[in-house]
Every structure is written in structure tokens, then in C-alpha cells.
């Protein structure tokens, strides 16, 4: 019993988890995130980070059917640092200092900082809104918040726009 409501939790964590990061899932910084020891992938991005977690999670599942105890403690101690050290970068990860001797190569990171961090607020709006789109019981309601909604379409496009130029500047830059 305890075991199910621990897999249960993890899980709902890792639910969690996956939207929280969503809008910062495929940013890369120009260094690991993680130590080796916590994390095996090579990968700079969120999303990565999260995949080797949800993977670790269904191993801890196949162990806990087959009863390997030592097994289930130890994914789930580890699944559960991984889990606490993703939902730490994504809290501070606009705050990441960026390693790099350039400083034009640094004014664009930090641009990209910024324009990422832009992005994941218009996003989070975009969902509130769309939250109280669905409870919405007048017609007024309604319309003004599709309105906002599409505005908030408008400005995620041209935040992507300026993402994209954004990392063909760094590309061009650390060729």
C-alpha cells in the first residue's frame, strides 16, 4: 500500500512537473544544469532532464511489480532528488548565470533569458485566461477573453520571432 501511494505521488509530481517546465522545456544553457551523478543525459534542456526523470519513474514502477526492495528505495530516493532539483532550476533558471568569455556573446544570452522568461509569463497568462474562459457564464466574459486570448497569441508568436532570431545570432556567434 505504501508503495502504490508513493508511485502515486511521484507520478502526480512528475504531472506537475511537466506542465510547470513546459515553456522553458527546449531552452539549452551553454552548461549542464545538473551534476553527472544525478543525471546521466548530455543535454542541456528541461525537457531531457524530465524524460530521464519520467524513465527512472517507470523503472521504480517495474521494480516495485517485481518486488526488489532495495531497488524500489533506491529509485525512489534518487527520482525523488532528480524531481526536487528540476522543480529548483525551473523556479530560478531565468536567474542562471551563463558561462561564457564574450561579453557580446553574454548580452545576447541574457536577451534570450529575458525573451524566454517573457514567453513562459505570456504563456502562463494565456492558460489563467483560458481557465476563466471555461468558467465564463456571461456572453461578455466570453468575448472579452477570447479577445485576450488571441492578443496573447499574438504576442507568444512574436516572442517565438524574436526567440528564433535570437538563436541564429548565437549560432552565427559561437560557430
Not at 548565470?97 to 534570450?112: E, F, I, T, Y
Not at 504563456?123 to 485566461?129: A, G, N, P, T
Request: glycine fraction near 2%.
Amino acid at each position: 500500500m505504501k508503495t502504490a501511494l508513493l508511485l502515486q505521488t511521484l507520478e502526480q509530481q512528475l504531472a506537475r512537473l511537466q506542465t510547470r517546465i513546459a515553456p522553458q522545456a527546449t531552452h539549452a544553457t551553454l552548461s549542464a544544469r545538473f551534476d553527472r551523478q544525478l543525471f546521466r543525459t548530455r543535454s542541456t534542456q528541461m525537457q531531457a532532464y524530465l524524460d530521464e526523470a519520467q524513465a527512472n519513474f517507470q523503472e521504480l514502477k517495474h521494480a516495485a511489480e517485481q518486488q526488489q526492495l532495495p531497488q524500489v528505495a533506491w529509485l525512489a530516493e534518487h527520482l525523488a532528488a532528480q524531481i526536487e532539483a528540476i522543480s529548483r532550476e525551473s523556479e530560478s533558471w531565468s536567474l542562471r548565470v551563463w558561462d561564457s568569455a564574450s561579453p557580446g556573446l553574454r548580452r545576447w544570452q541574457r536577451k534570450r533569458l529575458e525573451t524566454q522568461d517573457f514567453e513562459r509569463r505570456l504563456l502562463e497568462m494565456k492558460q489563467q485566461r483560458q481557465q476563466q474562459y471555461q468558467q465564463a457564464t456571461t456572453l461578455d466574459d466570453q468575448q472579452r477573453l477570447a479577445r485576450e486570448i488571441t492578443a496573447f497569441d499574438g504576442r507568444i508568436a512574436r516572442c517565438q520571432q524574436a526567440l528564433q532570431e535570437i538563436e541564429r545570432v548565437l549560432a552565427r556567434m559561437t560557430r
